[in-house]
């Protein structure tokens, strides 16, 4: 908990007071790698998503808003964990176009580099949106929840999965 924010925010700092001017760019993807990596680590560590695969019911057991719905825990989710990934895309990209020579056929500078970097930002919102949308379709209303899972009324934040097509596409 409160070591590692400590231990993130010194990682942080370590970033922005770098002072070598080679290597702006490259502090800039790392610094959002290290932003968003922290920031899914708080969201994960407060709601506690737990997912009975059984009954196929994905409920909350941390702290969440009885108003925050476990599809958009999941959005949310989706959408931090992408911006990782992009994120380190970025770094990884940024050091081999370091390592590639002047003039190489895929080392990518001006508007080719910024709309790939574009490109893997747009495929993390659609991404997002896809989850969204595929967990709106899956998930049963409280009225049609059976009696034997009842219990799941007690969780702040719960989610009842049906059988569909679309639980197979949120699955892939």
Request: proline share 3%; glycine share 4%.
């Amino acid at each position: 908990g409160v070591i590692f924010f400590i231990v993130d925010a010194c990682v942080a700092l370590l970033i922005l007071t770098e002072k070598d001017k080679r290597s702006s760019d490259y502090r800039k993807y790392l610094l959002s790698l290290q932003v968003f990596s922290t920031l899914t680590d708080v969201l994960f560590n407060l709601c506690v998503p737990i997912v009975v695969a059984d009954s196929r019911v994905i409920y909350n057991a941390g702290f969440i808003p009885n108003q925050f719905r476990t599809s958009t825990f999941l959005m949310v989710y989706v959408i931090l964990f992408t911006e990782i990934g992009s994120a380190y895309f970025s770094c990884a990209y940024y050091r081999r176009n370091s390592i590639l020579p002047q003039g190489h056929l895929f080392r990518w500078s001006g508007w080719r580099k910024y709309a790939l970097l574009l490109a893997v930002r747009v495929y993390a919102v659609l991404s997002a949106a896809m989850v969204y949308y595929c967990t709106l379709r899956i998930d049963i209303p409280d009225e049609e929840i059976p009696a034997s899972l009842n219990w799941v009324f007690t969780k702040s934040a719960h989610m009842v999965l049906r059988d569909n097509g679309y639980f197979y596409a949120l699955l892939a």
